[in-house]
Structures are given as structure tokens and as C-alpha cells.
């Protein structure tokens, strides 16, 4: 059974809308600058703030085609924009909104739908019954009415209403938006057309997280930016291309132009209006466009890479950065 594309708009995260943007071949540049997307642009703003003001986001009347194209498009774009501001606590707050406005369209839908779209999430429903390993995966068993000992089972099935089925799939679908998130970078572009929305954000909820630099600490950058650093501040000669991966790194984590020039000052040929003007054209401040870090196959051409372990799982300096945060902050919560 394929959605048709009002049905697609309630569920943008499903394998339908990721074909059916295939199928009319329409890429992210065009629904970020043209004209006539201006409508899933202001929509993808309401997502992420009504995320953010109610913690879910409130379903829309899709009276059309194109409301209902417009209702797709503001999925991705609402995504990027979470990504771009770099917030945990954003992202959390984020997919569980997303979570709860498909719960609500979905307790309305026939069961053969809730069927199919629990499927996508390896939720096999079948005549109000789920196997009990999926069941465990996302039942939220902190509530004494979910604990598998106050449910009817039968053959290692537990008996589930279709409201509580979809409930299970708000669990999956907040688990995925999450995890996608995590380590999703958003292009420059995004800073271009949303730049106001995400430095507002960032402002109000980067303020409570560790995520500003501070000083400069190395703890958690991928071997080949401590390997940058390293030789910048003991005078070597680093070409233009490693200053260049520097300091897009730095900026693409938040690190002020300050902050950047802080390393820089170390080198012995250190010229701060020569280095700040260069740190401002890269970020964007003078040229407007903001370049982005390269990718792990650029960096290894220009014989700047110095792998370790956790590289292996990484294609992008700032996935290893963000894999590595990840990491600490998990053995952290562990030890807590
Ligand atoms: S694999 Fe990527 S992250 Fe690791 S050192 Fe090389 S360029 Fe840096």
C-alpha cells in the first residue's frame, strides 16, 4: 500500500516521503531559495519553535496538494535547522514533538495503516498483538500500566488497543529522529536562509550546555585538528588548506573568531589583522558565505590525516568530534 501525498505530509519521515521526493526530483537548494517554497520554509521555523514553546508540534489543516507538498518539505528543512543550532537538549525536544504530532494523526488512522507504518519500525501488529521484544524496545515501561507483567500475553504476544500501538511507534519514531540527528551536520546554506532563527537559539540554549568553547580545549577534536594545532603552535609551516580546515572546524563548533585567533597567536609569525581578516572571510562574516569543514577523503589528499581508532566510524572531522563528546558524556552518565 503506498501513501498517497496528504498522508505522506502527516508521516515525513517515513520510506514513502523519502521516494516520493525522489520521484518529483526536487532538491534541498531549491525548496531553501526558491519563491514558491517560502511557505514550507515558514513552517519548518514553526516546527522547530512550537518544539522548542510546547514540546509537541500541533498538526496542521492540510486543505490541498500543496499545502500537503509544502507540509513534506518542512520536515527536512525543520531538521537542519535542529542540527545547525547544535543543541542536545534541542534535538531531544525536538523528536519527541515530532513523535507526538504523528501519535495524534496516527490514533486516528485505520488499523491497516498503523499496521504498515508500525512495520517500518520492525513493529509487526497483527490483530492487536506484538511480540514481546518489540514490545520491550519501546513500551515506556517506567509507567506501572506498560510493565509486561500488568499486560495480556499469549504465546510470547502481548495484546495492545491501536491507540497503544501507536504509542509504541511514537517511541520508534523519537528514537530515529533522535539518532539521526545526533550526528546529522547541516550545510552552510542553512545558516543563510535561517541565520537569525539559529543564533537566536543558540544564544537561549547553548548558554546551559558545554558546548562553547571555553578557552580552547582539545579534549575531544578528531587527531587531525590536534595535529593542526599542534604544529601551528610550535611554528611549523601549515599550509593554507590545514589553516583553512582549522579554522571551519572550529567555527562549525562554535568557537568565536577570538577564540580561533587564540591559536593562531601562538604561531611565531602570528599577524592578528592578516589572521582575523582570513578567520572572518571563512566563517562568513565578511564574505557571506560560510564554508563548511572538508570531509575525511579531502583532508587524507592533502596528506593532513593522522587516523586513530574512532576515525574507523567516522567519514567527517566533526562526526568524530560529535562521536566522541557522545562517548564522554556517556562514560560520564555511567559513572554518575
Ligand atoms: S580520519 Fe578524518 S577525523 Fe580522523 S584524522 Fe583523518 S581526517 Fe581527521
Redesign the pocket.
Known sequence: MEFEICQIARYPFIEDAKNWVKKEKIDIQEVLYEPIYERARARAVERVEQALKYGVIKEKALLDEIECMMEIFSYPLARLIVAAVESEYLVRRYALAEAKKAYESLKKEETAIIQKIAREFGIEAKDGMVHFSDYLKFAPTWDIKWKLVNRVMDKGYVELSNDEICRLIQEAIRNKIQNELFYMFAPPDINKIFGELISKLKNKLLAKEIKKVEGISEKDY???IKNLIAAIKSGMNVPHVGRFTLVTFLNAIGASTEDILKIFSSSPDFNEEKTRYQIEHITGKISGTVYAPPK?AT??TWGL???DEL?KK?NH?LL?YRLKRRKNELSKEKIL
Do not use: E, N
Open positions: 578528531p587527531p587531525c575525511c583532508i587524507r590525516c593522522f587516523p576515525c567516522a572531522p568524530y
